[in-house]
């Protein structure tokens, strides 16, 4: 990424500081810890994804303290921009973010999350969010704490619209020395918003006493990388800071779309979509 590029935030917990478009902040994070967790090196390991997968769902029992499906009632007909939304959010305090219910619907998905006034304490407010164009979801974690927007810049949205690049670099290079300098550029461009083998064809055989990661011959005499151009030319640049002869060739344009995506983050999970909206919703008495 350029040198105008904004330090990223892991996903592991949803920032509650900047809230109007949300420009990415290395500031202190809300996570399910009581004390904030944020990045402090953009190469730093700690940045690479923890999270427990619980499936796509939120519980829905009352014995765990989440509310049905029937319970959850939107109550404002007019729909909000999602920052809007945040900032009302963010202006309860000590606001800790819980998601209630997901569900897939034409075209995208509904969010639906209840605020609570600290991460014990009673329900205070509740919002149906609509992701609309959805590019990738990631929902794994339902007590999550923040809830945070990050613009078009971001890389999880970036890789989506950016113009297309091929990386190509000697298979006779010193494998282990590449998959080190790639998996720190990997982590400065990126963090964990996007997994390191997305863009690489990286294998694991076991060797019998064990898993040994090496990249896949797919041309001829060479590896090749291909991915969105601003992963792709960091690639390059770690590979020849090594001294690796590369090629680099882009394909095609950025694609022109009227409205970009954007990433909405809560907790440890994440949804990137073109367009999210929100309405205020209210819960029925149990």
């Given at each position: 990424?350029?040198?105008?590029?904004?330090?990223?935030?892991?996903?592991?917990?949803?920032?509650?500081?900047?809230?109007?478009?949300?420009?990415?902040?290395?500031?202190?994070?809300?996570?399910?810890?009581?004390?904030?967790?944020?990045?402090?090196?953009?190469?730093?390991?700690?940045?690479?994804?923890?999270?427990?997968?619980?499936?796509?769902?939120?519980?829905?029992?009352?014995?765990?303290?989440?509310?049905?499906?029937?319970?959850?009632?939107?109550?404002?007909?007019?729909?909000?921009?999602?920052?809007?939304?945040?900032?009302?959010?963010?202006?309860?305090?000590?606001?800790?973010?819980?998601?209630?219910?997901?569900?897939?619907?034409?075209?995208?998905?509904?969010?639906?999350?209840?605020?609570?006034?600290?991460?014990?304490?009673?329900?205070?407010?509740?919002?149906?969010?609509?992701c609309s164009r959805v590019h990738e979801a990631k929902i794994t974690a339902i007590?999550?704490?923040?809830?945070?927007?990050?613009?078009?810049?971001?890389?999880?949205?970036?890789?989506?619209?950016?113009?297309?690049?091929?990386?190509?670099?000697?298979?006779?290079?010193?494998?282990?020395?590449?998959?080190?300098?790639?998996?720190?550029?990997?982590?400065?461009?990126?963090?964990?918003?996007?997994?390191?083998?997305?863009?690489?064809?990286?294998?694991?055989?076991?060797?019998?006493?064990?898993?040994?990661?090496?990249?896949?011959?797919?041309?001829?005499?060479?590896?090749?990388?291909?991915?969105p151009d601003f992963l792709v030319r960091t690639y390059a640049k770690a590979l020849?800071?090594?001294?690796?002869?590369?090629?680099?060739?882009l394909r095609g344009l950025p694609k022109l779309k009227l409205t970009q995506p954007?990433?909405?983050?809560?907790?440890?999970?994440?949804?990137?979509?073109?367009?999210?909206?929100?309405?205020?919703?209210?819960?029925?008495?149990?």
């Amino acid at each position: 990424m350029t040198s105008a590029s904004p330090r990223l935030c892991p996903k592991r917990a949803a920032a509650k500081s900047c809230v109007a478009f949300f420009a990415i902040s290395p500031r202190a994070a809300k996570s399910r810890a009581t004390s904030p967790r944020s990045k402090t090196s953009p190469s730093s390991p700690s940045c690479a994804k923890r999270k427990k997968a619980s499936g796509l769902n939120a519980t829905e029992s009352k014995a765990s303290g989440f509310i049905s499906v029937d319970q959850f009632r939107r109550v404002d007909s007019i729909a909000m921009l999602i920052h809007s939304a945040v900032k009302l959010v963010h202006s309860i305090p000590d606001s800790w973010v819980r998601v209630e219910r997901v569900r897939r619907m034409s075209g995208g998905l509904e969010v639906c999350f209840s605020v609570h006034k600290g991460q014990r304490g009673k329900r205070v407010d509740g919002w149906s969010v609509t992701c609309s164009r959805v590019h990738e979801a990631k929902i794994t974690a339902i007590d999550g704490g923040g809830l945070r927007v990050y613009p078009a810049t971001h890389p999880a949205a970036r890789q989506y619209v950016a113009r297309r690049a091929e990386l190509r670099w000697p298979r006779t290079c010193d494998e282990a020395k590449v998959l080190l300098a790639l998996y720190r550029a990997h982590t400065r461009a990126a963090d964990d918003w996007i997994p390191f083998d997305r863009y690489l064809s990286i294998e694991t055989p076991w060797t019998g006493t064990s898993f040994q990661p090496h990249f896949a011959p797919i041309s001829g005499d060479n590896f090749v990388c291909r991915g969105p151009d601003f992963l792709v030319r960091t690639y390059a640049k770690a590979l020849e800071a090594i001294g690796e002869r590369v090629q680099l060739t882009l394909r095609g344009l950025p694609k022109l779309k009227l409205t970009q995506p954007r990433v909405l983050h809560f907790g440890e999970s994440y949804v990137v979509a073109d367009s999210f909206t929100a309405e205020r919703a209210t819960i029925a008495d149990e």
